[in-house]
């Protein structure tokens, strides 16, 4: 039977490794490629200009994408359970595909949307392809419990063997037969709206360093993969959180968005490892995709993961409420010329080091301000690029040593941290260019500057500059203790777990096999 069918993209924003667009064009004479342009996104999130603008390019290059393919995408604005219901009579819709998503609100609007799929007569068909594997595969392999530490989470993996391969993108044969309906004023209609056009305010809009897309992502993707030496030596804690040019791959906006498939990122990982030597999980690229498919699988797991109260794995602790201290991080006015520096990165660029979100999640939490780590949440989720639910919550709870990480008592220095890889700061002096003719000796510490430095420089602390909003040697010693009382209070059930949950007894064939090898 010919079908008439919706492919609706929201995440996986791109033509390859794309099951759910293959399975819409099987049998199909009409194809209708749809972005719906949700409201709930712009009253229950946080999403700054710089990641609209990502989101908008990344949309124009799907467009572009689809047009090789004879085809269009339609952008439509409103709730999915009603534009939905309209599109399914309007244009005799038959089947409607999507990518799984896992997140919460996702899984509730998915599930509405099947039900009136269904009583439309629409064949809904959801496909994975956001995350290497199946998340909820990986917790019924562990026994329908979720994985709680990376080492756990590995021999469960193991387990389930590789991720699948990656499905190629659609070509113009596998278009043979199947048109999209799009008329002359498509653009009028259906196009993809401007900044302006959605009303958003554009005038602190940053540099475009990352331009949405998966023609850039997979050009990325290629620039990295032939460095093959880079890769196969690659280990996350030996890059730099305050280089110049970023020394990770900055394909995280890519993979968020879904413009670059994970499984496609890992397989060409594993072309490059191929016959080589190289480094290991959790330190190596391959490394760094598990991470991931770690904090998805806590994030589906874990109720109320992105939140402390009702969270079961989440350590309660007595944050203080400081508005004052929370703007002076947010807005780059902490005093701590790193800190700032780093914060003054992320409003402006969109992307920091993974070692940079360490030194500023510690600083604002447990480290010096003892502010929330869902504060810090959302101040990532507006100014991120990347920002993801399952990350941003797993990765704030284990900086915060709420959950995951329990060693609270190590904390990062404001200062001496960021001295380790970049002595001299030039990085502090590329943000902050109003400290940039300070020596280094004073860079990092510009209040200890003696007042004719200070005037040579061109920069009074307290004046043109904020002197230190705490004392950190004072600040933190009294947070570990507070912390220490927090994990007083849990009670014994709630004790961290670090050996991971018992597994199931191996098949006794294989036990019998391992035996006969020996
Ligand atoms: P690479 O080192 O090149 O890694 C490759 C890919 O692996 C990344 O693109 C990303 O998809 C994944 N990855 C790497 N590190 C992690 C990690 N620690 N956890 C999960 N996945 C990882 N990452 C996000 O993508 N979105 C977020 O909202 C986010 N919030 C964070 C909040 C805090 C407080 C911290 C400490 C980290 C957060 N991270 C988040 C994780 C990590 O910092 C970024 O994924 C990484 O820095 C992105 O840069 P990259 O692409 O160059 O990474």
Not at 237 to 251: E, G, K
Not at 467 to 494: C, F, G, L, T, W
């Amino acid at each position: 039977m010919s079908q008439n069918s919706i492919h609706w993209f929201r995440k996986g924003l791109r033509l390859h490794d794309n099951p759910a667009l293959i399975a819409a064009l099987k049998d199909c004479r009409h194809i209708y490629p749809l972005f719906l342009l949700d409201p709930w996104y712009s009253t229950n999130t946080h999403i700054g200009i710089n990641q609209w603008r990502f989101l908008m390019e990344t949309l124009k290059d799907l467009d572009s994408n689809l047009k090789k393919l004879n085809s269009r995408l339609f952008v439509v604005s409103g709730p999915p359970t009603e534009v939905l219901p309209k599109l399914f009579e309007k244009w005799k819709i038959t089947r409607l595909t999507f990518e799984v998503d896992t997140e919460p609100y996702s899984q509730s609007r998915d599930k509405e949307v099947m039900k009136l799929a269904k009583e439309y007569g629409v064949e809904a068909i959801p496909k994975i392809s956001h995350t290497l594997h199946n998340i909820d595969r990986i917790i019924d392999e562990n026994n329908g419990k979720t994985p709680l530490t990376y080492v756990r989470f590995q021999s469960v993996l193991k387990a389930i063997g590789p991720p699948k391969k990656p499905v190629p993108a659609p070509t113009k044969e596998d278009m043979k037969g199947v048109s999209t309906p799009f008329s002359e004023d498509h653009e009028e209609k259906f196009g993809i709206p401007t900044l302006e056009d959605l009303g958003l305010d554009t005038s602190s809009l940053g540099p475009d360093l990352f331009p949405g897309g998966e023609q850039e992502a997979l050009r990325r993707l290629d620039e990295h993969m032939q460095r093959p030496g880079w890769v196969c030596k690659f280990e996350k804690p030996q890059t730099s959180p305050n280089a110049l040019i970023p020394s990770t791959t900055v394909l995280s906006p890519y993979v968020r968005f879904g413009c670059l498939s994970a499984r496609t990122f890992w397989w060409r990982l594993t072309d490059v490892y191929r016959g080589n030597k190289h480094s290991e999980p959790p330190v190596s690229l391959h490394g760094q995709l598990l991470w991931r498919e770690f904090f998805y699988t806590t994030g589906v797991g874990i109720p109320n993961f992105n939140r402390m109260e009702g969270n079961p794995h989440c350590v309660q602790v007595d944050w203080d409420n400081n508005p004052e201290h929370l703007a002076a991080w947010r807005e780059a006015r902490t005093g701590f010329p790193f800190i700032d520096a780093i914060m003054t990165q992320l409003r402006q660029e969109g992307w920091i080091h993974h070692l940079a979100r360490h030194a500023v999640a510690c600083f604002l939490t447990r480290g010096d301000l003892w502010i929330s780590w869902e504060e810090g949440q959302k101040v990532f989720e507006e100014l991120l690029l990347d920002a993801d639910w399952s990350l941003n919550a797993g990765n704030w709870q284990w900086l915060s040593a709420s959950a995951f990480f329990h060693q609270y008592f190590r904390v990062y220095s404001p200062i001496a941290f960021g001295k380790k890889t970049d002595k001299n700061g030039d990085y502090i002096k590329k943000y902050l260019p109003l400290l940039k003719k300070f020596p280094a000796e004073y860079i990092y510490e510009p209040w200890k500057a003696p007042r004719s430095i200070q005037e040579r420089a061109g920069c009074i602390v307290g004046k043109d500059y904020p002197r230190p909003i705490v004392e950190h040697e004072v600040v933190h010693k009294k947070n570990i203790q507070r912390m220490k009382a927090a994990y007083a209070k849990r009670s014994p059930e709630d004790k961290p777990i670090t050996k991971g949950v018992k597994r199931k007894a191996a098949p006794i064939k294989l036990v019998l096999e391992k035996k006969a090898k020996r």
